[in-house]
């Protein structure tokens, strides 16, 4: 459980919070395979919660590319998302990532299915196991799974490297397990769940999250399902450099099992409760900024239970005249086969998540250099193997692709009518070394509109090439407000608070979700020039608070600085000094919006609520966001500014 506090630059928050400022308190917990709410709703807000100041920004050489790629902004759509070195510099939805009665946009809310990118979060795991001195490059199946035969011999760097020949020898052979005659998934393999009436094939689909469990169900068929696969001497010197590589689904079932089976000798709940923790979210101080909550193996046991998920479509006329929007969605077809399950494509996260770990395993935060050159060096040979020309040279989770100089991945999960394929949901993950002026860019892209990650990866250059044909260009804010209200409207007028769209403004980056137990009202005296707070709404509640010379400025703006918010946060007291705010007053006066708070806050106040030993882990999580704590009254240098973006009240009278 951790909480968190606003400051330093950008992001988005949920639910109820104080005043002036606001603090936000929120529970990051790991994702886990039974019962209810198996994906906590926190994590998708609070990474949500850090992204909401893009809503009011456009890059237009960016959204050119995407909006004439798209179909309009009423069919299914993409999510972009842009880093330079180690900033995420936008993030931006196009179309809807829901269609029908219950339609919705794309935004920075929104969890997209990223098929085998997921590929790459297992490499990463895997390195970071091999950083802990938990797992070697030459550990075999057998030493961690009960998998007999040649696929038992395989060793982890081969299967990372697609060298390993696992699941057969091609590629469509190795895209599926073959299920063992009468093991749990054979059984199961075109049953529907989870159905009450069949308790059976809805567990045995539960077990099947966990790539570990999934080895019992084929040992016997995949065990000697292994095509041998030679070395390869890329450099000419007489010695191997890498394996001749057949694109495996199997083999990275098999990887990340191996990585599930290690976490939980070290207590881990197995290979999913690993990558969240440890890959999503890689810093031990849960105030870090940066952190990726929003992870999640998608699964249909959770097509209800995640937040704002982008549903997948294809064209049902498959090009044959009009589109004709299908659905096609990845948390309902994974039963047949479930060769996506998890490690070798099964994540879903949000746009926010997928380019802040994008910009993490660049600066070397996720796994150290060393491990990011082994990741990036050309291992799998896919160009030279049995499958020639489908995909160019693969490291360790990652395609080279030095003809356009970058690494990246793609994923995709769809289907096929004869010759035709469509990709219901897809994604790319891409980084471009020195792409402007020394400086990294990283492109991420996940869509839900039948159009494939081939396709995503050719507009990610695209992106990269417009920003290298203007590259002092930057998004710019598209809000502008013409109001003119009456003060009568607004003095001596009660609002309630709602902090549902609000985001961080100041410190970057921090984890944040608004954990007030009452929402807050405030009260404007602009003859007094005063602006009270109160604990509750309406007329209740005990005064938080009060905000001195307040104004309604010629701008339309009400106004106040000046003065402490006391807000209880469970049952702890957090006090905010030198508290200012603004808000947009609409026309008539019922509503304030564009609303912006900031004050000072201390880290003694935010240590307890943030369940930390000592309130140097908050100011250092402060640096890292790139602000810093200074003094506070008594001398002590553990204060620091904090900021919201984007609350909104609405009268009550």
Known sequence: MYTVLPRASIRRLPLALLGAIAVLTGCGQAPKQTGTDQVPDSNVALAAAKDGKFNTLAWPMVDEILIDWLDGPFAPGCAVGVSIDDEVVYLKGYGRSRLGLDAQDWGVQTMGAI???????????????????????????????????????????????????????????????????????????????????????????????????????????????????????????????????????????????????????????????????????????????????????????????????????????????????????????????????????????????????????????????????????????????????????????????????????????????????????????SLWPEAIDGQDVGVALMCNNGRGSGSLYSIAKDVVEAIQDSPSSRPVTTQTHATAP?????????????????????????????????????????????????????????????LGNARLSTRGRLEASGGMVSVRVGQLPLRLQQAAMSFQVANDGTQLYDGQAQAIVDARDVAPLAGLQSPGQVCEAVAAAGSDCRPCDDGAKLCFGAALGGLTAVRDR
Request: charge should be negative; hydrophobic fraction near 35%; proline fraction near 6%.
């Open 115 to 429: 098929g085998s990118v997921s590929k790459t979060f297992t490499a990463m795991a895997a390195m970071h196991q091999r950083e802990q001195g938990w797992a070697d490059f030459e550990d075999q199946v057998k030493d961690r799974l009960p998998i007999n035969g040649a696929l038992g011999n395989a060793m982890l760097i081969r299967l990372l490297s697609h060298g390993a020949g696992a699941g057969g020898g091609s590629r469509a052979e190795a895209f599926a397990p073959n299920w063992d005659a009468g093991s749990p998934m054979q059984q199961c393999a075109n049953v529907v769940t989870p159905d009450p009436a069949d308790p059976f094939c809805t567990e045995a689909h539960r077990a099947a999250m966990n790539p570990a469990a999934l080895a019992a169900s084929y040992n016997g068929n995949e065990a000697n399902n292994v095509f041998a696969l030679a070395t390869v001497d890329d450099d000419g010197n007489g010695s191997p450099d890498g394996w001749q590589a057949i694109y495996s689904n199997v083999g990275y079932q098999v990887a990340g099992g191996m990585v599930g089976a290690v976490a939980q000798v070290h207590g881990y709940a197995g290979y999913e409760d690993y990558v969240w923790k440890e890959i999503g979210r890689w810093s031990d101080n849960p105030l870090m900024p940066g952190q990726a909550t929003s992870l999640a193996i998608t699964h249909e046991h959770r097509a209800d239970d995640i937040p704002n998920r982008a549903v997948g479509y294809y064209d049902g006329n498959w090009g044959a005249g009009a589109k004709n929007w299908t659905q096609g969605d990845p948390w309902e077809v994974t039963t047949a086969r479930a060769s996506w399950f998890g490690p070798s494509g099964g994540w879903a996260i949000t746009i926010g998540d997928f380019t802040r770990l994008l910009a993490a395993y660049r600066s070397n935060q996720i796994v150290n250099a060393n491990s990011r050159h082994w990741m990036e060096l050309r291992i799998g040979h896919l160009d030279q193997g049995p499958d020639p020309m489908n995909l160019p040279p693969y490291g360790l989770g990652l395609i080279i692709d030095d003809v356009n100089g970058s690494r990246y991945h793609g994923g995709d999960i769809g289907l096929s009518n004869g010759n035709q394929r469509q990709s219901t949901n897809s994604a790319v993950w």
């Open 486 to 546: 009456d003060q009568r409207g607004v003095d001596r007028r009660r609002y309630t608070l709602d902090s549902s769209e609000a985001y961080v403004l100041l410190p970057d980056g921090l984890p944040m979700l608004p954990g007030l137990i009452q929402p807050l009202s405030l009260e404007a005296n602009l003859a007094n020039g005063v602006i009270l707070w109160r604990e509750g709404g309406g007329q209740a509640g005990s005064t938080a608070g009060a």
